[in-house]
């Protein structure tokens, strides 16, 4: 059964329409990349869109179609499609019993209780569809099709050109990008890439990024508008913690380019760990083995071979310091 409503009628439903709480971590412990894309947690979604809006009972669904707007706090969806996915409210076991419902002669409820809605429904799931963008005042991810599950927390974009952006970073992926709230990670596959805004650039064929907790500040009496976030905490953006990588790994700065076939960088110390099949590359000098740990501020590399091999480089003479910062030479 498909039913037509009304705008007015099927948004002022929605805008009350109770999202269920997380079972993990609050908004205090549990900021991620893009922490603020995160709508698993505050007030009421309101939805809206231009064209008509569809509730199917049978599937229950509701559809929104052209330009359409999701907003939940200060994260908005925009997209071409979108649609909820409702179910039963589980009873409240510390609410006292409701009134027995009017029943019908064959047993079935009423009308009057099932309702436009289907009953006391809530939204665990959304799908967006065409020309996605999901975003807040910081942080921003676009994609073709996207899902969340309000459950578990995690935003899956599929489509071309994925990207999400933070102030930090940018993170580019070719088949999938995934973000999972309540462990601060962020996921890319297929020659996914992260960017810093310093210059460094951290790829392989599957990224996975973790951020750090991002203790919240109290937003101050009288905040700017969209200066803070829904739960009353003053809205900023992870940085990011580590990112792992497997396959076809590159770890590039303006100066010293190392690559393997898997590895880990640590932001804040600019450290990397690379193993399999090694190769560091500073100016013309080149050092190859099984693994290295880099120092990428540095460009000093710790190189090691594999069991019975030699590790093997090649250095240019007066090369050895052509990849410091500041350095001239005649």
Do not use: C
Not at 44 to 51: F, H, K, P, R, Y
Not at 259 to 285: E, K
Request: proline content about 7%.
């Amino acid at each position: 059964m498909r039913r037509l409503l009304p705008a007015l009628t099927l948004s002022s439903l929605l805008m009350g329409l109770p999202l269920p709480g997380a079972s993990f971590l609050g908004l205090s412990g549990a900021q991620a990349l893009a922490q603020s894309l995160d709508m698993s947690h505050g007030e009421q979604v309101n939805i809206s869109s231009a064209g008509p809006q569809t509730y199917d009972h049978d599937a229950q669904t509701v559809t929104f179609v052209d330009r359409a707007r999701a907003v939940r706090g200060d994260v908005t969806i925009d997209a071409d499609q979108l649609i909820g996915f409702l179910r039963k409210k589980a009873p409240d076991p510390n609410a006292p019993p409701p009134p027995p419902s009017d029943q019908k002669a064959d047993g079935q409820k009423s009308d009057s209780d099932e309702g436009a809605m289907g009953g006391s429904m809530e939204l665990y799931r959304m799908e967006a569809i065409g020309h996605v963008h999901i975003y807040t005042s910081t942080d921003q991810a676009w994609g073709d099709k996207a899902l969340y599950d309000i459950d578990q927390a995690v935003l899956v974009m599929t489509g071309k050109a994925l990207k999400l952006t933070t102030p930090q970073d940018v993170l580019t992926a070719r088949d999938v990008m995934e973000y999972h709230a309540n462990t601060r990670m962020s996921v890319g596959r297929g020659d996914a890439t992260v960017t810093t805004n310093d210059g460094k650039r951290i790829k392989g064929d599957v990224l996975v990024a973790f951020s750090k907790p991002d203790n919240a500040t109290p937003a101050p009496s009288k905040p700017a508008a969209g200066a803070a976030g829904s739960d009353g905490t003053a809205q900023r953006s992870s940085k990011l913690d580590r990112a792992y990588a497997w396959g076809h790994v590159m770890l590039r700065t303006p100066n010293e380019t190392a690559t393997g076939d898997r590895g880990v960088y640590v932001f804040d110390t600019q450290m990397a760990r690379l193993i399999g099949h090694v190769h560091v590359t500073s100016g013309q000098n080149q050092n190859n083995g099984a693994s290295a740990i880099v120092n990428m501020k540095t460009g000093v590399a710790i190189m090691n071979p594999a069991p019975g091999q030699r590790v093997e480089g090649m250095v240019i003479p007066n090369e050895a310091s052509s990849s410091k910062p500041g350095d001239k030479h005649p």
